[in-house]
């Protein structure tokens, strides 16, 4: 079955530093692959995917994410960490094989410490 | 465009009780979905639709239902209402539902059982 682990439920940076969140996946075959973050009280909302070509993704609110195929990662960077990044951040992946239904991860909870 | 609404905000049901959430997104999506979002567990799906008066099943789909009679609108049905249906439950709709397309949410509806 596939599925989509993030590793840590919650990621405190310093404002400023790196912000590094981590999301594997499982997929037979060739995925679509999404970051989705969650500001408090309020939906989703798509920050950057993947589909084909580049495997370095940019996003809003300077946030990117690289595909890496060997390690089954698209792990979500932000250089510089800042007091609005505070938010849940989701991992989701699409493909054939789930009938095209979001596969999601359970979250990372990011804090940013000022 | 207003994008995905749902009403109501919040809710407080007790035990046995039925009511509907609503949705409705002016964007003219063929694809619509419901999630219910509990802690420690990302996002599951409940049902979805590819176009009005089609529905199926999603990966929970059990004590709710739903109907897709116009484009617009694909309410939730829950019928008789359990404390494990405790949660916060997100509309989401998308141009054609194809595996690469962007998701929109609503804002959410936060439903408590007693």
């Known amino acids: 079955a596939q599925s989509v682990t993030q590793l840590g439920s919650h990621v405190s940076v310093s404002e400023g530093a790196l912000v590094l969140l981590r999301c594997n996946y499982s997929?037979?075959?060739?995925?679509?692959l999404f970051w989705y973050v969650q500001y408090p009280n309020q939906g989703l909302q798509l920050l950057l995917k993947y589909t084909t070509g580049a495997t370095l993704v940019k996003g809003i609110n300077g946030f990117e994410a690289e595909f890496k195929k060997s390690e089954t990662s698209f792990h979500l960077t932000k250089p510089s960490a800042h007091m609005s990044d505070a938010a849940e951040y989701f991992c989701?992946?699409?493909?054939?094989?789930?009938?095209?239904?979001?596969?999601w991860g359970a979250g990372t909870k990011l804090i940013i410490k000022p | 465009n207003a994008g995905v609404t749902q009403t109501p905000k919040f809710q407080v049901l007790k035990t046995g009780q039925s009511m509907t959430l609503q949705c409705a997104q002016d964007m003219n999506h063929e694809y619509m979905s419901w999630y219910r979002q509990d802690p420690g567990m990302g996002l599951r799906l409940i049902h979805y639709s590819v176009g009005a008066g089609i529905t199926d099943q999603g990966e929970v789909p059990n004590g709710y239902n739903v109907s897709r009679s116009t484009t617009e609108d694909f309410p939730l049905r829950l019928l008789s209402a359990a404390p494990s249906q405790t949660s916060v439950y997100f509309c989401?709709?998308?141009?054609?539902?194809?595996?690469?397309?962007?998701?929109?949410f609503g804002p959410g509806t936060r439903l408590t059982v007693l």
């Open positions: 989401a709709s998308s141009p054609r539902g194809t595996r690469a397309d962007t998701q929109y």
């Open positions: 997929s037979s075959v060739p995925p679509y």
């Open positions: 989701a992946v699409s493909n054939v094989d789930s009938n095209y239904q979001l596969i």
